[in-house]
């Protein structure tokens, strides 16, 4: 868990116009503020400002080398940032806003932070479908790099307390707008030099990408091309042991469908209700009594992809 800073008093703020237009000025002053996207909440800070950005960077305790991904409120603002080809075209046509994030050549001019892309040749950009984040973005009018809103490497927030868990005294603001809809990060796309690649797995599969493009979408490469690639993250604090079917000494259980548990993902083995409660689960495993923790087995088809992919990464111990 991340140390707080006794100088910052982390606020709550219900979302709200009130809510909204105190974090706009706090981004407007080149802070970053915590604030619910439909797939987790996401450390908002103004991309063009280096000074800002880099506050996200100290907040988060995350690596230079990762990058982060940009929020706009719509196509028209993507594309004056990033190159689309006809496929990055019909993808955004076909899912934003939502939980798809592009990763595309970045725009000459584009006037955004070199900390925000890593040095890489390319952005990360997503329309979210949130109306607490598209009320931020309209109200600073500002393009807003945003990384879930925990600290680096540790289990992904879908509501306001588990921001307050790991960046309480870290960050100067936190709007509340309930649990998030999907509980996992969007899917990443890259689409470059031709090609259509999945970077990450996530609520939109790589099934329906395929079947929109008629085209075969390849995998990510060794590099870190966007962010979730770490072989480390989601984490909790305690080992976690997958694929698990019975509970063993100082576990915590976390079952799915027929696997029953301290806790479930899922009783009726429904993998949109498992990938909702994910992190949730998580976490509520990680503050239990129990030492360790297990998780059930979870199919590997369809959105079960992106829920195994979050869970083998919390699974591996941090470097």
């Known amino acids: 868990m991340t140390a707080s800073n006794p100088s910052i008093a982390t606020v709550s703020l219900p979302y709200g116009t009130a809510g909204i237009a105190a974090a706009a000025e706090v981004i407007a002053g080149g802070g970053c503020v915590a604030v619910p996207t439909e797939t987790v909440y996401g450390l ?14 100290a907040a988060k305790g995350r690596p230079g080398f990762n990058p982060l991904i940009v ?31 592009l990763v595309l050549p970045i725009r000459a001019g584009a006037g955004i932070a070199s900390l925000v892309t890593a040095g890489l040749p390319t952005i990360a950009i997503r329309v979210p479908a949130h109306d607490a984040m598209q009320a931020l973005l309209r109200a600073t009018g500002r393009p807003l790099a945003a990384p879930s809103a925990n600290a680096s490497g540790s289990i992904s927030p879908t509501r306001a307390d588990h921001v307050l ?39 939109i599969p790589r099934e ?42 100082d576990e915590w259980l976390i079952g799915f469908g027929a696997v029953a548990g301290d806790d479930s993902l899922s009783e009726r083995g429904d993998p949109v ?19 360790r923790i297990a998780v059930a087995p979870v199919p590997e088809d369809g959105l079960g992809a992106a829920i195994n992919d979050r869970l083998r990464r919390a699974a591996v111990p941090a470097a």
């Open 44 to 57: 908002a800070a103004d991309a063009t400002d280096s000074r800002a950005v880099a506050g996200i960077y």
């Open 71 to 101: 929020h706009v409120p719509d196509r028209a603002a993507a594309e004056a940032l990033a190159v689309f080809d006809d496929s990055a075209l019909r993808l955004a046509a076909a899912f934003w806003p939502g939980p798809l994030t």
């Open 165 to 203: 868990r790991s960046l309480n005294g870290r960050i100067p603001m936190v709007i509340d707008a309930g649990p998030t809809a999907r509980g996992i990060e969007s899917t990443i796309i890259a689409c470059v030099d031709g090609q259509v690649r999945q970077l990450r797995p996530g609520p």
């Open 208 to 249: 329906a990408v395929a079947d929109l493009l008629g085209v075969q979408v390849g995998g990510a490469g060794a590099g870190i091309e966007a962010p979730g690639q770490l072989a480390s993250h989601y984490a909790p604090s305690k080992p976690v042991r997958l694929n698990a079917t019975d509970r063993r000494t």
């Open 273 to 291: 209700e498992a990938a909702a409660r994910l992190f949730d689960a998580l976490h509520v495993a990680d503050t239990a009594g129990p030492g």
